[in-house]
């Protein structure tokens, strides 16, 4: 199959995932518990979310490594572009999850450590944003951003991972230290919409990153296009 | 051979630290102030929890500050005498040492002020010393790298709490905890796991450092 045709299905087969993902996450028939009552359809979509911010995150630190080993401007703007990405699902998940939150446990916002690892985990990659625009010199800035961003993902990386298994005390559902992914207690009934919804997401999350990039690849043609119009 | 580097370079820093005085004092007396100024705006509002959260910030603040200007203050020249010297690990290790060695004095220092000014608390508490020491060893390692890349920017105090804040935070809400573990009476044993896990993270950005400092060394 040619590398065109593949571009075209999987961008299609995204879409029809999504638009099965959105009704069906709106419309099939979910469990009835107390108190999440109908909220409970936003596990597709909060949920989602995470898991594309983490996977598209995950593929930056990918492009970040690279960066450092061959020194290419290419995998500084892929992993820019992941950085933007990342965090735009980050505060979508961030969004859903505080309305979820108004909802279930009665305010926008409790004091766990789950809650709280994620609200670092952006501070984190606001903190790439600012340093990036306080560096002038490309190749400097480039080198920079990447040393900080590794840095900075394992750190995370560790105390997410452990801080919630030692306090135990959390409110948020996923007492092992990935919430969601203890798929034995999802009501089989859920499944059928909640892995569509993982991977309509993490898709979804992969074509808006390669747009970013191009956009961003196009613009630093232009610049250099109206810096040197020879 | 990187043992005898480490050891010289370490012997620089602490040769320095010596001959501008007024750099080291600034930081002492950033912590005398602060405390006097906690003493006079919490008086009546102290509990314990309040009193060890507030010495923990303070902690952390002194921390950042000491730790920024171990590459800030670097000028160029000497940057590219060292560069030809020593091998960028012995220069990201001693200061790491030489961070943490300065910050367990001043912590200690501050320690004892602040229980002289806001009420002896956790003066007789050996696990409350014994946190404090793995703490501020574990603020230093984390911040030196942070400080070592906020470093090659102009402007770079601000950076520096930006960059450095979010990676230090979950270890300042781990330290506060279990520090108030242990002024509740906790043993050595009950806030073992907390103390593993912030030498864990020592380790970690020790190895990190150790991999990344050379991308940022040569300039």
């Known amino acids: 199959m040619k590398p065109t045709t593949w571009n075209y299905i999987w961008k299609i087969f995204t879409i029809v995932l999504m638009l099965y993902v959105i009704l069906g996450g709106m419309l099939m028939e979910v469990p009835v518990l107390p108190v999440i009552h109908q909220t409970i359809r936003n596990i597709y979509f909060h949920v989602g979310m995470w898991f594309s911010m983490i996977f598209i995150l995950f593929a930056g630190f990918i492009f970040s490594l690279r960066y450092l080993r061959t020194f290419h401007p290419r995998f500084d703007r892929m992993a820019y572009a992941t950085v933007k990405t990342g965090l735009v699902f980050g505060f979508l998940g961030l969004i859903t999850g505080m309305i979820w939150a108004k909802y279930t446990w009665g305010v926008y916002w409790v004091n766990d450590p789950k809650l709280n690892g994620a609200a670092v985990g952006i501070l984190v990659y606001l903190a790439y944003m600012v340093l990036r625009s306080s560096v002038e010199d490309p190749e400097k800035r480039a080198r920079l951003v990447a040393v900080y961003k590794i840095f900075a993902f394992v750190i995370m990386f560790v105390f997410i991972m452990i801080l919630p298994r030692l306090t135990g005390a959390s409110i948020h559902p996923g007492v092992d230290g990935n919430p969601a992914l203890a798929t034995g207690d999802l009501d089989p009934l859920m499944r059928r919409v909640f892995f569509p919804a993982i991977a309509a997401w993490m898709l979804f999350a992969w074509w808006v990153y390669t747009l970013v990039y191009r956009m961003d690849t196009v613009k630093e043609k232009i610049n250099q296009i109206n810096i040197d119009p020879s | ?219």
């Open chain 2, 1 to 219: 051979m990187v043992h005898r580097e480490i050891l010289s370079l370490i012997h620089k820093e602490f040769l320095l630290e010596w001959r501008q005085k007024h750099a080291l004092g600034g930081i002492v007396l950033y912590l005398v102030s602060t405390i006097f100024i906690c003493y006079l705006s919490f008086t009546g509002l102290m509990s314990v929890p309040v009193w060890n959260a507030l010495f923990w910030i303070i902690i952390a603040f002194a921390s950042l500050n000491l730790v920024l200007k171990s590459f800030g203050e670097e000028n160029s020249g000497r940057k590219l005498y060292l560069y030809t010297l020593a091998s960028p690990q012995a220069v990201i290790f001693s200061k790491i040492l030489v961070n943490s060695l300065t910050m367990i004095v001043l912590g200690v220092l501050g320690f004892i002020l602040f229980n002289l000014f806001m009420g002896n608390i956790a003066g007789g508490k050996p696990v409350y010393w014994l946190v404090l020491i793995t703490g501020v060893v574990g603020f230093s390692s984390v911040l030196t790298m942070v400080s070592a890349i906020a470093g090659q920017v102009r402007n770079n105090f601000t950076l520096m709490a930006v960059l450095g804040f979010p990676l230090i935070l979950p270890l300042l809400l781990l330290l506060i905890r279990s520090s108030l573990a242990a002024l509740q009476g906790a043993g050595v044993a009950d806030v073992g796991s907390d103390l593993l896990v912030i030498l864990l993270l020592v380790l970690i950005s020790l190895t990190l450092s150790n991999i990344l400092f050379p991308y940022l060394w040569k300039d």
